[in-house]
Structures are given as structure tokens and as C-alpha cells.
């Protein structure tokens, strides 16, 4: 196993708390905004903002080099705190054994193809914005 600086460690948890924490939050006020449908949106929510972000934050610092615990930070603490991939998986589960096919379909491709267009729009942004 590879020696990890405990500091890294420590970056990563603290932003680990932090993206868990507005996630919790971020998902029960979109939760609670559109009540009336039955489809996840916090969770669908979360996931586009927090992949538009890390695209915004990998491309602000891609020409850093000293910037790798800002990533740390950021991306793989706070974003990766605040993306959920597990909450995806739990609800397509869910849309599945009630049989709502066209449901767990839309939400798995809108899912997947709207959050990589967000990062790559944080990161087409962020690049044009940095010129």
C-alpha cells in the first residue's frame, strides 16, 4: 500500500464532512421543492451541480502544479462529498422493483448524460472565463 500523507487525509475528510453535509441539506430543500413528483430530483440535483463544479475546479487548476491539495479539498472531499453515486444506485433500485421502467430509464441516461454535459460546461467555461 502507498504512504499517504496524513494532511491529504485529513483535506479529504474535512471536505468529505463538508460535500456530505450540504448534500443532506441541498437534497431535502429540492426534495421538499418539488414534493409532488415522484422521481429523486435532490439527488438528481446534486449530482449535475457537484459535476458541473469539479469541471470548474479541475480546469481552474489543470495549469497549477502546486494546487493538488486544492483538489483534494474540493474535488475529492467537498464534490466528492456532495455527489452521490450510492443514492443514484438506491433509487434506480427502487424505480426497478416497482416496475416504473420508463422512470428508472429517463432518470439513468438524464442522469448520466446531463452530469457529464455539466462538467464538461464547468470546464469549457472556466477555460474560456480564464483567457
Known amino acids: 500500500m502507498l504512504p499517504v500523507p496524513l494532511s491529504h487525509l485529513g483535506l479529504v475528510a474535512l471536505g468529505g464532512a463538508v460535500g456530505a453535509g450540504g448534500r443532506f441539506l441541498a437534497v431535502h430543500w429540492v426534495s421538499e421543492l418539488f414534493a409532488r413528483g415522484r422521481l429523486p430530483w435532490g439527488t438528481f440535483a446534486v449530482n449535475v451541480i457537484g459535476s458541473f463544479l469539479i469541471g470548474v475546479v479541475i480546469m481552474a487548476t489543470i495549469d497549477h502544479a ?26 434506480m433500485s427502487e424505480m426497478l422493483i416497482d416496475k416504473r421502467y420508463g422512470a428508472a430509464l429517463g432518470y439513468s441516461m438524464g442522469s448520466v448524460v446531463i452530469s457529464v454535459l455539466a462538467t464538461l460546461a464547468g470546464a469549457l467555461l472556466t ?3 480564464m483567457r
Open 66 to 91: 502546486g494546487m493538488s491539495r486544492t483538489r483534494l479539498l474540493l474535488v475529492t472531499g467537498i464534490l466528492g462529498g456532495f455527489t452521490t453515486f450510492s443514492a443514484f444506485s438506491f433509487e
Open 127 to 129: 477555460r474560456e472565463f
